[in-house]
């Protein structure tokens, strides 16, 4: 099989002439990923892949063409073809000249030996965070264990030309005891079986904290939430960065501009490409730009707003290496930490909810940040420092700008997570909220 | 074949063989093709335009009591047999942590070609005319306000192709070829008093370009920017105590697709979507005795609508589609299954099994699902009231892992006095539980409607086309909130 950086190297060789700006991107992957339903595994899924983007300009209309083929030859003959329907349009909205390229500093420790090894034989692995969870004395768990050895390669007709070899890992389970349950993610670029092993001892430790239920009635609670909570709603925070966010409808930020506060100052919140511990790390985004790290929010300030070249064109700035050709992304998220460890936290909330994870979080309205999501693993009700019972599903109606403004303390330990609603990975710590609005069905 | 496959049918054909040689008891090979064009603007601005072509196999064997899916893009025989290689080395390695063998249920499978028809073909909706449309519905949006400001939308085009050839080892082979178009409008409308209100539109079927002249975009979009204006600068607080509540065919469509649709899902009532998507409510032995609704609640799912946005006659395990009852006048009736969770339940495959695209395992989904309608007309269903609402379109909705929690926050809500529509109502919350809503259907309208949707399951997630429709009905009295 030829390698990543060969491919998209002819890709633009093949193509530079015809076009102002070529970019090739080029991603190969063996992946395998074992589903687990009622503490067996339910599917083992294996992925072997190579997929092409490439994106073309040509006076300043711009097409990317997303393609799984390999065969360079090919994907030249179909980018020569859209051209002349290209030159038919107008002029794009969002366009900058691709960069020239700039010395980029490799990032050490993408790749791990044994994940490539585990691939063709996850078993112990998922055998080892399934125990983990049983040792807590739960009924059953469900779960995925998914390990990834990739490669990327980006050329650009400037003259970048970059390959990053990775691997990561992502474990999630949720472990039940009765009507309980618990769940833990994690997600990283090494292996490392304590962590797995961590994710199903805590999806254990909350699905047997209590039998006990609870009821409450509706209204504004202090609220402690865990890293799995924090995660998401900073997954949206981080989205909402993004220029494109902005210049489309998508963000809060529209009301925003940087140097205005917009959260409690304990929350700090960074992009880190440059995390190799965290799996989306990378030392160049989809423009050949370098990547570094960079506060969204510093100390409740906002403090950048995440840029390709086009989008920082546009708002007339420039890029802070997190293309996205359309789209700028953060790659991972990293939260601020307090001085507290998790029972110091649930010491200081007295009265209130821990709640351990969430999901379907949607928003009425992004430019006012009104949403609302659904808590689904234990839901602890604590009276007097003590937890008094497991209230169910229960629902967070508020304004993002809200909680942000409304944290009071973090936890002084960051998780590594990422899961299906922690899509950017994120170190997060446990976080205390007061005042959040809390809903309950009618009828 | 009604298109041309890139792939020789002899390398799919070998790769079910070849899983066979190897030790599988099971083998299927799906060659899975999607193609699609969209255009985004900002504004009347092109912001991208992009092609995507998703291409290649994807693999399941049973080994050893084991289940195993591989997926590549590399459609030589030397890639295929390689994808299947994988998909049993894994599978038989992760064997013994399994207690039981996977098996699927017996069933009649399908051999068959078929395709959506079309007055329109795709490949003649040219760029300028997709921009075109784009330009002609942001002077829509714009021209429909008086004093809201309109700061930000966004366009979004959407044509795409779909085709699939499956083989499976037990006798299965069809091919298909499905069509696409969706069409999607974010809107933000601000006033300096009234702060701010955002919709997204969204239309969507199978089908060729003459959709885009059947769904009249630009006079729907004019129509509802002018009320939704409205709902901005002149909507008041939902009344405080319990009202009855008309919810719009929209509002409905979704509320049957989170609290009927997924819920019925077999492999979630088992339990395999678990640690993800959730889990269900309906526990196996609810089947067509447990009263989950009032004898007017019945939701029906059918693949087989024509010019559906999840439109399919046979599902990716090769099993004929057909229409399935949900609910049935109130009771828990029939989940939707594929061959593994069927065999479970000692029942048939009602060909639920669909995968996104190649890289993807068959799972249990939905396809087209409704509230099948009654009798009412609109002004019936209004009839009566002396003080309620009218709930006609959403933005933010959700609903708990189990099914049962869900909320749906009204966009375009109107109050409704003695009989009549009133003053728009802003942000009335309908915060429910699966049998609060369906025990309090006291009248079912008789026109239905359907509306797109990209649902999402499976891991890793698989986002799949459905409609989900119904008519306006009429609920007993309700509580409402206010949304943050």
């Known amino acids: 099989m030829r390698e990543s950086i060969e491919i998209a190297e002819e890709i633009v060789k093949g193509l530079k002439t015809e076009f102002d700006d070529v ?402 990975p994120t170190k997060a710590p446990y976080m205390l909220i007061r005042d959040v609005n809390i809903t309950k069905p009618f009828a | 074949m009604v298109n041309v496959l890139r792939l020789d049918e002899g390398i799919i054909k070998h790769g079910v063989d070849f899983a066979l040689a190897n030790g599988a008891s099971y083998s299927e090979v799906r060659y899975h093709k999607n193609v699609s064009d969209s255009v985004l603007m900002r504004g009347d601005k092109i912001a991208g335009v992009g092609t995507e072509v998703k291409e290649g196999v994807g693999v399941r064997v049973i080994v050893d009591g084991s289940l195993g899916f591989g997926a590549t893009n590399d459609l030589s025989r030397e890639g295929v047999e390689r994808a299947v290689k994988k998909a049993l080395i894994r599978a038989k390695n992760l064997s013994p942590l399994r207690k039981t063998p996977i098996r699927f249920s017996e069933e009649r499978l399908g051999k068959a070609d078929y395709a959506v028809r079309f007055r329109k073909s795709l490949s003649d909706l040219g760029l300028e005319e997709r921009v075109n449309l784009g330009k002609d519905l942001f002077r829509a949006v714009n021209e429909s306000v008086k004093d809201a400001k309109v700061p930000v939308t966004m366009f979004e085009l959407a044509t795409s192709e779909e085709e699939k050839y499956l083989v499976t080892s037990d006798g299965a082979e069809v091919h298909s070829l499905i069509p696409r178009v969706s069409l999607m409008l974010n809107i933000i409308l601000t006033s300096s008093e009234k702060g701010s209100l955002q919709r997204m539109m969204e239309f969507g079927g199978s089908g060729g370009a003459e959709l885009l002249e059947d769904w009249r975009p630009r006079e729907v979009v004019s129509d509802e920017v002018k009320r939704l204006e409205k709902v901005l600068l002149k909507g008041v607080e939902p009344p405080k105590e319990k009202v009855p509540l008309v919810v719009g065919s929209e509002v409905v469509g979704l509320i049957v697709h989170e609290s009927a649709g997924h819920p019925m899902e077999a492999d979630r009532i088992l339990g395999r979507e678990a640690a993800q998507a959730g889990e269900s409510f309906v526990k196996v032995d609810m089947m067509r005795n447990y009263r989950v609704g009032s004898d007017k609640a019945t939701v029906i799912e059918d693949p087989t609508i024509p010019g559906s946005y999840g439109y399919y006659l046979f599902d990716d395990e090769g099993v004929p589609a057909r229409p399935r009852y949900l609910y049935k006048e109130g009771l828990i009736y029939e989940a939707l299954h594929n061959r593994h969770t069927a065999l479970l339940f000692g029942t048939s495959s009602n060909a639920a099994a669909r995968a996104m695209n190649y890289s993807s395992e068959p799972i249990v989904r939905m396809s087209n699902t409704y509230f099948q309608p009654g009798d009412y007309s609109f002004e019936e269903l209004l009839d009566g009231i002396r003080l309620g609402v009218f709930m006609k379109s959403y933005m933010e909705w959700n609903i708990d892992d189990r099914r049962w929690n869900m909320r749906f926050v009204g966009l375009e809500a109107y109050l409704i006095k003695d009989g009549e529509l009133d003053l728009p109502v802003k942000n009335p919350v309908l915060e429910v539980t699966t049998k609060g809503f369906y025990s309090r259907v006291e009248a079912v309208g008789r026109e239905l409607r359907f509306y797109p949707g990209t649902c999402g399951k499976g891991e890793p997630a698989q986002g799949v086309p459905v409609w989900f429709g119904g008519p306006d009905l009429r609920l007993a009295k309700i509580g409402l909130g206010v949304s943050a």
């Open chain 1, 23 to 424: 970019t090739a991107i080029v991603t190969s992957k063996d992946e395998s990923m074992v589903k687990i339903w009622n503490t067996e595994p339910s599917i083992v899924q294996s992925w072997i892949e190579t997929s092409v983007t490439v994106y073309i300009a040509k006076n300043r209309r711009t097409l990317v063409l997303s393609l799984s083929i390999d065969d360079p030859s090919e994907i030249i003959k179909r980018v020569k073809a859209a051209g002349p329907a290209l030159l038919k349009l107008e002029a794009s909205d969002i366009y900058a000249p691709l960069p020239e390229p700039t010395e980029w500093k490799p990032i050490e420790g993408l790749l791990d030996r044994a994940i490539a090894k585990a691939l063709d034989d996850p078993k112990d692995v998922a055998e080892a965070m399934i125990a983990s969870a049983l040792d807590r004395g739960v009924d059953r768990v469900a779960g995925t264990l998914d390990l990834v050895y990739g490669k990327r390669a980006v050329v650009t007709s400037k003259g970048f030309s970059g390959e990053e070899k990775m691997t990561s890992v992502e474990a999630y389970l949720r472990a039940f005891k009765d009507e309980m349950s618990g769940h833990w993610a994690y997600g990283a670029r090494h292996l490392d079986l304590k962590s797995i092993e961590e994710v199903g001892d805590k999806a254990g430790y909350y699905a047997t904290l209590t039998d006990r239920k609870a009821d409450y009635t509706p209204g504004k609670y202090d609220v402690i939430i865990s890293p799995l909570v924090v995660g998401n709603l900073v997954n949206y925070v981080g989205f909402m960065a993004s220029a494109a966010a902005i210049l489309m409808g998508y963000s809060m930020f529209l009301k925003y501009k940087v140097g205005d506060k917009v959260a409690s100052e304990i929350i700090s919140m960074y992009d880190v490409p440059r995390d190799h511990e965290l799996p989306s790390s990378t030392a160049f985004d989809d423009e050949g730009v370098p990547t570094y790290d960079k506060p969204i929010i510093e100390k409740g300030i906002l403090r950048n707003i995440l840029h390709n070249s086009g989008t920082a064109s546009k708002m007339g700035t420039k890029s802070t290496g997190n293309a996205g050709l359309i789209f700028p992304i953060p790659w991972n998220l990293r939260l601020s930490t307090g001085s507290l460890s998790e029972d110091d936290l649930a010491a200081e909330l007295e009265n209130g909810i821990i709640i351990n994870n969430n999901w379907y979080t949607r928003l009425q309205n992004y430019v006012e940040g009104a949403f609302s999501t659904v808590s689904r693993d234990a839901t602890l009700l604590v009276k007097n420092g003590e937890v008094v019972g497991d209230l169910g599903r229960i629902r967070i109606s508020d304004k993002i700008g809200n909680l942000l403004k409304n944290a009071s303390a973090l936890g002084k330990t960051l998780y590594k997570i990422k899961w299906w609603e922690v899509e950017t």
